[in-house]
């Protein structure tokens, strides 16, 4: 079996994260052959059934690389007799040739979210997810099938669709073994941690509640002698990153919160075991991936009740209301000095944080292909 895999537009972040992780596992070069076309920013793994494919096109370009997938991709796919073109990001751009079966993955919820999309100013931002909630959804009705990443997922774009999608498979992500044990700690390269902080990994983003998160925290500060501090840590986004900086400033927090900006995958076990407590304040998520990490990491976790967040971690957290600072700071209140109740929910979490293994999630994905190969689902 030939599967081609459309990786392009995976140019940071999770979309790297996920390839990176599924293709440490790859399937059985006997049973199938995988060829991709991926940024030359993301480093594969060597390995007998991987082929990485290249193309001469600028489609770092969105536009000219939504051109090439159109025109110059399909001749690629009817050549090398492709089985299955799969793309990750959930548009398939492609015209696939006779005999060529297509596949796709629902990632990004927020255009499916009207509550988080009116969140954006109007301009480049809002007007991209009105597109995509257009293109992806058509992507998903055509596609021979699809890969949700949890429950909550598939009932949104189901509901969208108006029908059940019969194509369909949910196979949440796996965490990567790494977040699993406590690393060394080089001082070196972060003597710049608190000794003692609360940590918040995650895109600075309308949807991620940071600026509620610091209210709680100034909330915190106002109810007990807090000597921890709050770690922001993630890619800014513009507009939103000034709106929690301007929080931090008219709290007088500054000293107390820090924005870290990224850092770097590799070096995120650190953050994460070091961590006094961790706050995952999401609203809109597809399947979480720092907040399963943090659970791996052993972490008390205090995280958004907003789905699909119970689907994922049950009773290992507790959960807040993230439009509600006063909630969360009692709940931050309540825990931060109980450390057998740390204990204990860092316990639950890695225990039920078991279930998601990378090595089912890559056997599963495979899985999922082989039909396709040989007759309609």
Not at 268 to 278: Q, S, V, W
Not at 291 to 312: K, Q, T
Request: charged share 25%; glycine share 6%.
């Amino acid at each position: 079996m030939k599967l081609f895999i459309n990786a392009l537009s995976a140019r940071m972040g999770g979309g790297q994260t996920y390839l990176v992780n599924l293709l440490r596992h790859p399937p059985d070069p006997a049973r199938m052959h995988l060829f991709i076309y991926a940024p030359f920013s993301l480093t594969l793994p060597r390995h007998p059934a991987v082929t990485r494919l290249r193309t001469a096109w600028p489609t770092s370009n969105p536009v000219l690389r939504t051109l090439w997938e159109k025109t110059v991709l399909p001749k690629v796919l009817r050549q090398a007799g492709a089985d299955v073109l799969f793309c990750p990001g959930g548009v398939v751009a492609t015209r696939a040739p006779r005999g060529c079966r297509t596949a796709t993955m629902f990632r990004n919820m927020i255009p499916f979210d009207p509550v988080q999309r009116r969140r954006y100013p109007p301009g480049y931002q809002r007007l991209r997810n009105r597109i995509l909630h257009r293109v992806m959804l058509e992507s998903m009705l055509r596609a021979d099938r699809v890969i949700f990443i949890s429950e909550h997922a598939r009932r949104v774009i189901e509901k969208a669709a108006g029908r059940r999608l019969r194509r369909a498979v949910v196979i949440p992500h796996g965490v990567n073994e790494m977040f699993h044990d406590a690393p060394k700690d080089p001082r070196e390269r972060f003597g710049w941690l608190p000794d003692e902080y609360l940590l918040y990994v995650s895109t600075i983003d309308h949807y991620k509640a940071q600026v509620e998160v610091v209210q709680a925290y100034a909330r915190l500060c106002a109810m007990r002698p807090t000597k921890e501090k709050l770690l922001l840590v993630g890619h800014e986004t513009p507009g939103y990153g000034r709106r929690v900086r301007r929080e931090i400033s008219r709290l007088g927090l500054e000293g107390r919160v820090r924005l870290t900006g990224p850092v770097a995958y590799s070096e995120m076990p650190i953050l994460y075991h070091r961590a006094k407590l961790h706050i995952f304040a999401s609203e809109s998520e597809n399947c979480p991936n720092i907040l399963l990490e943090a659970m791996a990491a052993g972490g008390a976790i205090l995280a958004s009740n907003r789905p699909p967040m119970p689907e994922f971690a049950g009773d290992a957290v507790i959960y807040f209301d993230p439009s509600r600072p006063a909630q969360l700071a009692a709940r931050l209140a309540g825990l931060i000095d109980d450390a057998d109740g740390r204990s204990r929910l860092g316990a639950k979490a890695r225990a039920r944080v078991a279930r998601y293994d990378w090595r089912l999630t890559a056997r599963r994905t495979w899985e999922a292909f082989y039909p396709l190969s040989s007759e309609a689902i």
